[in-house]
């Protein structure tokens, strides 16, 4: 808090904008966890341990504009001093009204991380209730047609002996043309089908959105980490939803992925061709990656929510910039941000492999080369991770929720 509106405690009536909202989503059945609070305008967002809830709402009920933070204090009993931590945090995030609002805060690993491209915004109408009803007839559509795909996914194996799956080994699959040797065009088609595919897994998540009741902001491509192309939507207030239907918007990009795939092997086992296979395995390799909680991807998100433990992506990242902090993280942090680092280890080293093996060296010198990577790679994170972290460092009054 500025000293500013610490000398103006006696004079400060803070007022709470009425758009700020709570979510239980990371509570479990006891009611232990922490609470989401939001604010509509802003879509920022914030975390509360469930124990601190009662006497957070109990400072909120009197930031009407009509208390001073004095005033406050002697109602509810709470140091002036935990007051003005609350009301820092609050205009962090830009949920209180007038002059005190504040700059907004956040943490993105995706924003902060890349190098945007392409920024289209929505249009605010978007959610409407026209287009709701549009979002809910193209969900059902999409049950049918996975369903429908299934069915002539099953009939055409049954049809063929299921000859496309025997004595087939991997490499087939992931190679382009009817020679092993000729991975390539596979390798290099497989990840240009990946970013073609990603436009309609994230079409998957602002259908869901919508037919939620949420608004999509933009739609991006960028270039996270300065090489790996992304595309990504950002949806509005996701974090205002409940569980169920929040789950259901994470997961609405793999499930149109899973659908492709599916669409893909049909003409694949129909018409022999090697386009549609090489389609069907980008939709895969899609899917996988992105229900793998390990990562930046839905998993992650889905895996926070069931699990009730948000921001643990933020606690790995600052662990990468300021590896000393793990002293003071919590078990399921120290041993989420162990895995994930073996995690980014093992991905790279696997993506790094793949590509060099397409080239003819020894085994020595593939070591070298694999291991030369991943050093610059954890190298070159750590000093971006530091360079975005000296402006929002650890030990905040509360750290955002991830969007």
């Known amino acids: 808090m500025s000293g500013e509106v610490i000398l103006e405690q006696d004079e400060w009536k803070p007022h709470l904008k009425e758009s700020v909202y709570t979510n239980d989503i990371y509570l479990n059945k006891e009611g232990k966890g922490n609470w989401v609070v939001g604010e509509y305008e802003c879509d920022t967002q914030f975390t509360l341990p469930a124990y601190q809830k009662e006497a957070f709402d109990n400072v909120c009920t009197l930031l009407d504009g009509k208390h001073t933070i004095v005033e406050i204090a002697d109602s509810t009993g709470i140091h002036s001093k935990e007051i003005l931590s609350i009301l820092q945090v609050l205009k962090s995030k830009g949920m209180l009204r007038e002059k005190y609002s504040g700059t907004q805060t956040r943490f993105s690993e995706v924003d902060n991380l890349s190098i945007k491209l392409i920024n289209y915004q929505f249009k605010n109408h978007l959610n409407s209730i026209k287009n709701r009803k549009i979002a809910a007839v193209l969900v059902k559509g999409m049950h049918i047609i996975l369903l429908l795909s299934i069915l002539v996914f099953v009939y055409l194996n049954i049809r063929n002996n299921f000859a496309a799956f025997n004595n087939t080994t991997l490499e087939r699959w992931l190679?382009?043309?009817?020679?092993?040797?000729?991975?390539?065009?596979?390798?290099?088609?497989?990840?240009?089908?990946?970013?073609?595919?990603?436009?309609?897994?994230?079409?998957?998540?602002?259908?869901?959105?919508?037919?939620?009741?949420?608004?999509?902001?933009?739609?991006?491509?960028?270039?996270?980490?300065?090489?790996?192309?992304?595309?990504?939507?950002?949806?509005?207030?996701?974090?205002?939803?409940?569980?169920?239907?929040?789950?259901?918007?994470?997961?609405?990009?793999?499930?149109?992925?899973?659908?492709?795939?599916?669409?893909?092997?049909?003409?694949?086992?129909?018409?022999g061709s090697e386009i549609c296979k090489t389609l069907a395995m980008s939709n895969l390799r899609i899917f996988f990656i992105n229900l793998w909680p390990l990562s930046l991807s839905d998993g992650y998100f889905i895996f926070s929510v069931l699990f009730r433990h948000p921001n643990l992506r933020y606690k790995f990242h600052y662990f990468i910039a300021k590896p000393k902090i793990i002293k003071k993280y919590n078990r399921m942090e120290v041993l989420y941000t162990f895995l994930s680092m073996f995690i980014l280890v093992l991905t790279m080293s696997f993506e790094v492999t793949w590509f060099i093996g397409l080239f003819n060296i020894s085994e020595q010198l593939k070591v070298v080369i694999v291991s030369a990577i991943l050093c610059t790679y954890i190298i070159v994170l750590h000093f971006l991770n530091k360079r975005k972290f000296e402006i929002n460092p650890y030990g905040s009054a509360t750290v955002g929720v991830q969007s």
């Open 175 to 271: 190679s382009f043309g009817k020679s092993e040797s000729n991975q390539w065009t596979g390798y290099l088609l497989i990840n240009l089908g990946m970013v073609l595919m990603f436009v309609f897994h994230e079409l998957g998540h602002v259908i869901s959105g919508v037919h939620a009741g949420i608004q999509p902001e933009k739609f991006s491509f960028v270039l996270y980490l300065g090489f790996i192309p992304m595309f990504y939507v950002k949806n509005k207030n996701i974090y205002s939803l409940k569980k169920k239907d929040f789950l259901k918007v994470l997961l609405a990009g793999c499930y149109v992925n899973i659908i492709l795939c599916i669409i893909f092997l049909d003409f694949y086992l129909f018409t």
